[in-house]
């Protein structure tokens, strides 16, 4: 895939997963069907960029602003990590 | 101050035991709780309130065949109201377009549908229950179309192992995002049916190369979770994640476990809802804490480098197959009593027996 599709691409969570703040733990957590977990501190920003509507790039370049880092490292982090989650049936993308 | 366990992300309720099919390697105990022991609808509301303020994030509805309660969606909308993520694991017998509108409506997540095989024939069979099959895949049509998230979970033995691939074909077919494909596990029902259903060496192996290479095909479209039988594994499973680290069960008359098979155990006095708090028991009670960990660990375990990862196996299988729930599991290669896995084993190659099928009285004596 060349990188501009790859940064078109927008990822959203499958049906039947969500992602919300568990105050008893005070920390996010991922639940679906026999997965529960909690991502850590760099997962948690990306997906709470996670919204149906913004693509790869959009989210990179959020991130990128907010932590000061080389656009192209933070794509392919992110990237890695959706895919990670794709394959979990956590997400779509 | 006293250390306390991290609370349990996954909270299991056995609505009730009643179910209209009679699979035989039905995972609720040998000994059927009845329909008037069971928990009341305030009781399991005040359940749910306590697993939220305990720190439990999803809820499974289950059984028996959670929808013969009539209060389900009752007990759906409070899970929700209370932020847990709700599972219903049924036989979609019971499930029709009313039904599954009220689930929905009450905000159910998602839903676990058995099937009991690729096909009528061998599924109504096993089930024990006439046209079962049919109305699975209405019901599964109808969740779908629901826009509910659906799982299509198939539990295999030498039965139907060999239609792993077709029972993979009908996932894909729904769209399910997952299916289960799990082997029997052999407690209570099962192990009782173990000569009936345990597959052969070679019926496993062709199973589980179906299953990585439909897995490879489908990644990012459809999850298949897969179970293997401890008989034939190296290592045992990490089972639920540690005796009570992760998971908490309750059976419907409200005895609270560690796992549904937990009340095999003889020489545990099972703590009851009715009587003391989650919180208390999951904190403080002797029977969680007994296993919780390594501390009560016996050689090999106690010096393994998997000691923290499957947690020494399994405490039912240990105690099914050893006598004594305190062993290393038998399914781990390095356990004193491996040996038992083999002989089992060779069940597999004779012509299986008949099936006792799971009922309330059932004649156990005979058989065992
Ligand atoms: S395993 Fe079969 S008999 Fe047991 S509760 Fe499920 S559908 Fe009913
Ligand atoms: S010896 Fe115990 S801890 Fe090690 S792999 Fe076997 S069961 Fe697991």
Known sequence: MTETAQADRVPAFRRGTKFRFDTVRAAWVVLGPERAFLPDEQAVEVLKLVDGARSLGAIAEDLCARFNAPTDLVMADVAALLQDLADKGVMTW | MVNLPDPPMSLLLELTHRCPLQCPYCSN????????????????????????????????????EPMARPDLPDLVRHAASLGLYSNLITSAVLLNPRTLAALADAGLDHVQISFQDADAEGADRIGNYAGGHAKKLAAAELVRDAGLALTLNFVVHRHNIARVPQMIAMGEAFGAGRIEIANVQYYGWGLLNRAALLPTRAELDACTAAVFAARERLRGTMVIDYVVPDYYAAEPKGCMGGWARRFVNISPAGRVLPCHA??????????????????????????????????????????????????????????????????????CELAPDHAIMAEAAQEAEAPPPAFVYRRVGANLGVMA
């Open chain 2, 262 to 331: 937990a009340e095999t155990l003889p020489a545990f006095a099972w703590p009851s809802i009715r009587e003391e708090t989650l919180a208390d028991i999951w904190n403080h009670s002797e029977p969680f804490a007994r296993y919780r960990g390594t501390h009560w660990m016996p050689e090999p375990c106690k010096s393994c480098d998997r000691r923290e990862i499957d947690w020494g196996g399994c405490r039912c299988q240990a105690f099914a197959l050893t006598g004594d729930a305190g062993r290393t599991d038998p399914a």
């Open chain 2, 29 to 64: 105990p040998l000994k059927l709780e009845r329909a008037g022991a069971e928990l009341s609808t305030d009781e399991w509301v005040s359940v749910l309130d306590q697993a939220a303020a305990l720190g439990v994030l999803q809820v499974h509805f289950s059984g028996g």
